[in-house]
């Protein structure tokens, strides 16, 4: 991992390392294509909206920013009203689709705004942007005088939401396409079916349902209202139906087109399983005619997404007419089995005029050009297929289900600067999509796992390349979560929903603001580690533990990085108030940890499950503390004293069976690093102090980048 990547991840410091210098002038999120100063904030009352124009879509957006501007401005009418003039030159189709225009411009001044655009799509951004402009303080609620000239920089900027492993009910979707017209997404991928279950009415094929899904499914008619919903907000509908493999919900009704013999049943736990369609058999093809357009006469939008992925290829070996029938027809083997698949499915969706949109492993020189490559492989991956000639999106980099934290995604670049491809060959890359695997989610906690961290992606697929700096995209994070809540998002409001789930219904019991402080502080473990710590979970285990109550990316953890930077790289010598603001922190610490040891964790036996992370955070406090003492007494720490703190911390590290983990530990590590060898502080020059401390850090070479 790079030097400047690796500090950023870690340190989360507002040093030199960012990209884009100094704080943007405004506090929107996505940042605008262009915007500009003209005056100082000014006061601003209740909003009067005026149009010459209108359709069902600027109506219902209108009258959904009176509503939150009146619930931030309240009802003060000595405030001098704001007169905002909208003018749309042509109205977009019912439903959107891929490549509308949405750009727009935006005008504030004293008294009066203007919001001019091409299409309402343009004009619901604008809104958006100006609901962000507004500012609640002690003096009231204020506006920035500015004018902005706003685009996208992708058409396609999504998030997808799996329904199929826990399913999320149409309240979970609804509110959550209410977040992400905040932050100007516009494509909902649903993951409709999985080997978990099928979660979408067939009216041709209703055993599909009926006997995959646990009686957990969207209605035709709750699918209609989802599309009449996102269309009011600009957002697309994208359906998955996966095929051919991740098909256990397919042939629990359907056995026969397996390419095993069953019988089936929905599988409960996660991963990669045997049950795959058989390409080889006309009845298989037959039954995909009939779902297939029935679900295209259902959903509007040009594309569907077929999934595709993870066919293991077990069932296919072990299938001797399979196998026959690759050498009979000349294929390639399983590859090219799949590709005569994906052809023929391609064939389908094409006489409804739809576009096929799959994951990586559809990609194959046989694929029609119009088909779309879903990328969870990479950037390079996602070249060759815009190499090819073929569409593609990039969901790499943006699997928010795995906990990295927003700094991790705001870094992922669909097309990096550096990229080799020429400009016709980067036109193919369409955008990208944040991903909600639904395998550690609830409709309890799915909010918290998604925002407000997705909204850094949304950032990264609506904004210029260069904004990229990672503090003040931070800064902003922060404002505009309140914002998503403002919408309908649960990830704040939720909290002390879980935290009754630990403790039980009053939230006044003693010790509760320790349990709280220590939950703000940690964060799940990442990628796919839970599934190996608490291997007794499974599709039916509530998911109610500590690890759902923890939230990804840890605020006050972040915070206590900044004061360890600004300690050990803020200057020539020792800030001795950020020093003494960490030792207050890790005492405060201390005494929390201790008191949900004893005698929360005796007390309320959900809680034990927080005493392992309690005693690694009372360990790792003491080394941090050991530091902070050796830095001030300017008696660096011996080769032993730092052996066994950087071991201390190692095992603070191990996993615990929690499924949480300690971001504080890796600022720790580099406190303790600096106080061992900062007699090589002040004849060092900045860089080469920083990249000591780290070495020291790590004596065996930076942690491998996620």
């Given at each position: 991992?790079?030097?400047?990547n ?7 410091s507002a ?9 943007l002038p405004f ?15 000014f ?5 009067v909206?005026t ?5 069902p ?11 939150r501007?009146?619930a ?9 009203p704001l007169?905002l003039a909208?003018a749309?030159q042509?109205f977009?189709?019912?439903v959107p689709?891929l490549g ?5 411009t935006l005008?504030?001044?004293p ?5 001019a655009?091409?299409t ?6 604008g809104l958006e942007?100006?609901?962000q402009?507004?500012r609640?303080?002690?003096?009231g ?5 500015v004018e902005?000239r706003?685009h996208p920089?992708?058409?396609?900027r999504g ?6 492993r ?5 309240e979970?979707i609804?509110?959550?396409?209410d977040?992400?017209a905040?932050?100007?997404l516009?494509?909902l ?5 999985e080997?978990?279950?099928f ?6 094929h209703p055993?599909l ?7 957990h499914?969207f209605?035709?008619?709750d ?5 009449a919903y996102?269309?009011l907000?600009g ?7 996966d095929i ?6 397919w042939?629990?009704?359907?056995p026969e087109l397996?390419?095993?013999a ?5 599988e ?5 399983f045997?049950p ?9 093809y037959?039954l995909?005619?009939?779902f297939l ?6 959903f509007p939008d ?6 595709g992925?993870e066919?293991?290829g077990v069932?296919w ?6 196998q026959?029938f690759i050498?009979e027809s000349g ?5 090219g089995?799949h590709a005569?698949?994906n052809q ?10 739809k576009r ?9 020189p ?10 969870w492989?990479?950037?390079e991956a996602?070249?060759?297929t815009?190499?090819a000639?073929?569409?593609g999106?990039?969901s790499n980099?943006f699997?928010?289900d795995l906990?990295y934290p927003a700094?991790?995604?705001?870094l992922?670049?669909p ?7 020429t ?5 193919h ?10 395998e550690?989610?609830?409709?309890e ?11 850094a ?5 609506w904004?210029?390349?260069e904004v990229?700096?990672?503090?003040e ?5 922060a404002?505009?979560?309140?914002r998503?809540?403002e ?7 939720n ?5 009754k789930h ?10 509760i ?5 220590l ?7 990442k990628h796919y580690?839970r599934?190996?710590?608490q291997?007794w979970?499974?599709q039916l ?7 759902d109550?923890?939230?990804p990316?840890?605020t006050?953890s972040r915070?206590f ?5 600004q300690v050990l790289f ?5 800030d001795?108030?950020a020093a003494?603001a960490l ?6 610490w201390t005494s929390?940890?201790?008191?949900i040891i004893d005698?929360m ?6 809680v034990?499950?927080a005493i392992?992370p309690a005693k690694?955070l009372i360990?790792?406090?003491a080394?941090?503390?050991q530091?902070?003492?050796s830095?001030g ?6 080769p032993?004293?730092l052996?066994?703190?950087?071991a201390t911390?190692d095992?603070?590290g191990l996993?615990n069976?929690?499924?949480t ?7 720790l590590r580099?406190?303790v690093a600096g ?5 090589s502080r002040?004849a060092?020059?900045?860089?080469a102090w920083r990249?000591?401390?780290?070495s020291?850090a790590?004596p065996?070479?930076l942690?491998?980048a996620?």
């Open positions: 991992m790079p030097l400047k690796f500090l950023a991840i870690c340190l989360f040093a030199g390392w960012s990209a884009a210098g100094a704080p506090d929107v999120m996505p940042a605008p294509a262009e915007a500009a100063a003209t005056g100082p904030r006061a601003a009352g209740r909003l909206i149009t010459d124009k209108s359709n879509r600027l109506a219902a957006a209108l009258d959904r920013t009176r509503q501007w009146g931030r401005v309240g009802s003060d009418r000595d405030a001098p007169t909208v749309v042509e977009s189709p019912d689709g509308e225009d949405e750009s727009y005008t504030v001044a008294g009066q705004a203007t919001l655009a091409a309402e799509l343009g004009a619901l951004h942007t100006l609901l402009l507004l609640t303080g002690a003096g609620p204020t506006l920035p005088a902005i706003d920089r992708f058409p396609w998030l997808m939401i799996d329904v199929g826990h399913w999320q009910p149409l979970v609804e509110r959550n396409l977040a992400m905040v932050v100007k516009n494509v991928h649903l993951h409709l079916t080997d978990q279950g979660r979408i009415e067939s009216l041709t055993e349902q009926q006997l995959g899904s646990d009686g499914y209605t035709q008619a699918i209609r209202t989802l599309i996102a269309a907000r957002i697309r509908i994208v359906p998955e139906f051919p493999g991740h098909a256990t919900s042939v629990v009704s359907h397996a390419s095993l069953g019988p089936y049943g929905i409960r736990q996660w991963g990669v045997n795959v369609l058989d390409p080889t058999n006309e009845a298989t037959s995909l005619a009939d357009g029935e679900m295209a006469a259902l040009q594309f569907m997404h077929i999934g992925d066919n293991n069932q070996n072990a299938n001797p007419k399979i026959a050498k294929l390639p083997g399983n590859a089995l005569m698949f023929r499915v391609n064939e389908l969706l094409a006489s409804h005029g096929l949109v799959g994951w990586d492993e559809i990609f194959n046989l694929l029609p050009k119009d088909c779309v490559i879903d990328s492989r990479g950037t996602l070249g060759l815009a190499k000639g073929l569409d999106i990039l980099g699997y928010i906990c700094s991790d995604h705001y992922t670049e097309v990096p600067a550096d990229s080799p491809l400009a016709a060959e980067r036109a890359i369409l955008g990208g999509e944040a991903t909600m695997w639904s550690w989610v609830s409709p906690t799915i909010d918290s796992r998604i925002w407000p961290r997705t909204a992606i949304a950032e990264r697929l904004s210029p390349r990229r700096d990672v503090p995209m931070y800064r902003r994070l404002i505009v979560s309140d998503l809540t919408a309908g998002s649960l990830h704040d409001r909290q002390d929903v879980m935290l630990l403790v039980g219904e009053n939230l006044q019991i003693p010790g603001e320790s349990l709280r402080a939950i703000a502080l940690l964060e799940p473990v580690q599934g190996s710590e291997i979970c499974n285990v509530p998911l109610v533990a500590l690890a109550a923890v939230r990316d840890s006050p915070e990085a900044g004061r360890v930077e803020g200057g020539a010598a020792i001795g108030g003494a030792s207050q922190q890790m005492d405060a929390a940890a201790r008191e005698p964790a005796t007390v309320y036996p959900a034990r499950e392992p690694a360990a790792a406090s080394v941090g503390t530091a902070i003492d830095l007494r300017r008696r660096p720490l011996t032993s004293q052996a066994s703190a950087l911390l095992r603070a996993p069976g929690s499924a983990e300690l971001p504080v530990l890796k600022p580099l406190l106080a061992a060898a900062q007699s002040a060092s020059d900045a860089t990249q000591l401390v780290i020291t790590y065996a070479g942690p491998p996620p």
